[in-house]
């Protein structure tokens, strides 16, 4: 969408807020305050999920929230601690420190950082294009391995069992060998709480199952003596409160960071885009992704500054302030508000909380975030694209994530490539009793024209194709009977030509001129194809005027000079 990164005038920070009116004001509390009953369990379990304590998770939370709402535009949409990126970055931490360590907090708390620089320049660059990388399939197909992760990583939880070490594959053989062994009370809880969520979702997702299911669960725990039973809690919950710092790690593990950075931002970057345009603050007005990159780096700083890791866009939290009335980043900052206050002065409410409890939330998160639907679509509709969906988690799930996240970004890319740049030759034909030249076909009654031949490709010319297309069309004028006199190139297909194209059409040219064939140019519509023919020096063995508006014109000026 080439709009969607227009420069708009407006507030330097608080954007989001500039249209607040009183009359806002009950509906933006509301759905603030929805919106802390549905983050308060998730970001505690996805903290858990990245090997961090509850407390880091709402510090990200409100990091999230904080700096989205000062530097960001999208009036819905909610920052904070997200299931999607924090299996990636904690894998790639863990191979540097162990979890739950000061040395590994300090690690995500740089990874924060970066990440955050890299957010801010790719809005100060325009870089949104960048949110484009990732086609629906490998997006598909990483959320499907990402899922995997997830319920891998929380089975042992859910069971009662040590969590093993090792690849998931490993891991999900461990657990079903050792099932025999689960702790029957966190798998109820576990399960209870799945249920609950799942049950509460289907009704309608403004009612916070999480929230619910954690409560009732915890009341189990301390009713039943559960702990006593094997049933693990979270413990104690510091409820101090964030303080500025900066990481202190060596320059060269920032280095080392930089590259899981670059990843995390990319998926950030594809996470923010989708969210934004799927929640537009103005259905009348295209989404600014890059200001809303800014207010993403701006949270991901603040979590940086204040001891938390990453954070990113969270459609699901986005759609709850949406639809409940929310209508600016008010929603956003008052949740934020109750978190901390919950933070300060009710931090020991959550020390039983049942780490099981935890586990089902980040069940439900994973089953959720499996597109089943568009994976059946994918499958029935283009089935070489539902074989890039299986590479893609495949991939995620058998390598070390972030080296399948990387291999899914690159899938991408190549599908990209492929795409763009596998069009064949095409022989046209002129339609009978008209002037139009179309492509050949069946249902296309063709006025015989022995004496020329039209062929075009319908896609960038470019090293990938290069070499073909000059055999293809080579092949086109020996197999015609009789030879052609003139040879049209209908090029409105052609967007681009690069510089081994460039040398491939000049030897094209000058082996039809020798074999006494015409060459015609027709259609060369894009600025930068026709950029290419001046640059390479194209023109200087193809006259000037041999270029057309159209294909009638190059026949009727050269069909009878040839």
Request: with cysteine; aromatic share 8%; hydrophobic share 50%.
């Amino acid at each position: 969408m080439a709009n969607d990164h227009a420069p708009r005038a407006g507030w330097p920070i608080f954007r989001s807020l500039a249209n607040f009116q009183p009359g806002n004001l009950p509906g933006d509390l509301i759905a603030g305050l929805t919106l802390a009953a549905i983050a308060i369990p998730e970001q505690m379990a996805t903290a858990r999920l990245g090997g961090f304590s509850p407390q880091i998770g709402f510090f990200a939370f409100m990091a999230g929230s904080l700096g989205f709402a000062m530097f960001g535009a999208n009036r819905f949409l909610s920052c904070g601690a997200d299931s999607t990126i924090t299996p990636i970055f904690a894998g790639g931490l863990a191979l540097m420190a162990t979890a739950g360590t000061p040395d590994y907090q300090s690690l995500a708390m740089a990874l924060a950082l970066l990440v955050g620089a890299i957010m801010v320049a790719g809005s100060l660059f325009k870089l949104g294009w960048i949110a484009n990388l990732l086609s629906t399939p490998v997006t598909v197909g990483f959320l499907a391995g990402i899922s995997v992760h997830i319920l891998v990583s929380q089975l042992s939880g859910v069971l009662g069992l040590a969590s093993p070490d090792g690849p998931t594959l490993y891991k999900l053989g461990v657990l079903a060998s050792e099932f025999d062994k689960a702790n029957p009370y966190t798998l109820v809880i576990g399960l209870g709480v799945l249920a609950l969520v799942a049950g509460c979702e289907k009704i309608s997702a403004r009612i916070p199952g999480a929230l619910i299911g954690l409560v009732a669960a915890t009341i189990a725990v301390i009713a039943g003596h559960l702990e006593a039973k094997g049933v693990k809690v979270v413990g104690t919950v510091p409820g101090t409160l964030p303080t500025p710092s900066l990481p202190d790690i060596a320059p060269e593990r920032w280095v080392k960071l930089s590259s899981l950075a670059i990843l995390i931002a990319v998926v950030v970057m594809v996470q923010t885009a989708a969210t934004t345009r799927s929640f537009l603050s103005d259905p009348d007005k295209p989404a600014d992704v890059d200001r809303d990159f800014l207010g993403a780096g701006a949270g991901s700083l603040i979590a940086g500054l204040f001891g938390a890791f990453p954070v990113n866009a969270s459609p699901p939290r986005t759609g709850i302030v949406s639809e409940t009335g929310g209508r600016t980043q008010v929603a956003g900052l008052f949740a934020a508000a109750i978190v901390l206050a919950l933070l300060a002065f009710g931090a020991t409410l959550l020390q039983h909380v049942p780490d099981a409890a935890l586990g089902g939330v980040l069940l439900f998160v994973a089953l959720r975030i499996i597109r089943a639907r568009q994976i059946a679509m994918i499958f029935r509709q283009s089935f070489y694209e539902f074989l890039l969906v299986v590479a893609t988690a495949a991939a995620i799930i058998v390598l070390p994530i972030e080296q399948g996240v990387a291999v899914g970004i690159a899938l991408s890319l190549l599908h990209g490539i492929w795409t763009t740049t596998r069009g064949r030759l095409v022989q046209f034909v002129q339609v009978r009793g008209t002037t139009i030249w179309w492509p050949a076909g069946r249902n296309v009654a063709a006025e015989p024209r022995p004496d020329i031949a039209v062929v075009g490709l319908q896609a960038p010319l470019s090293f990938l194709n290069a070499a073909s297309f000059h055999s293809d069309v080579l092949k086109v004028v020996s197999a015609s009977t009789p030879k052609p006199k003139l040879l049209v190139i209908e090029a409105s297909g052609v967007v681009e030509i690069d510089f081994t194209a460039a040398q491939a059409l000049h030897d094209l040219f000058r082996e039809c001129r020798d074999d006494g064939v015409t060459v015609a140019i027709a259609r060369l519509e894009s600025t930068r194809a026709q950029d290419a023919f001046e640059r390479f020096g194209l023109y200087e063995i193809l006259p000037r005027d041999h270029v057309f508006h159209s294909v009638y014109e190059a026949v009727h000026a050269l069909g009878g000079q040839a």
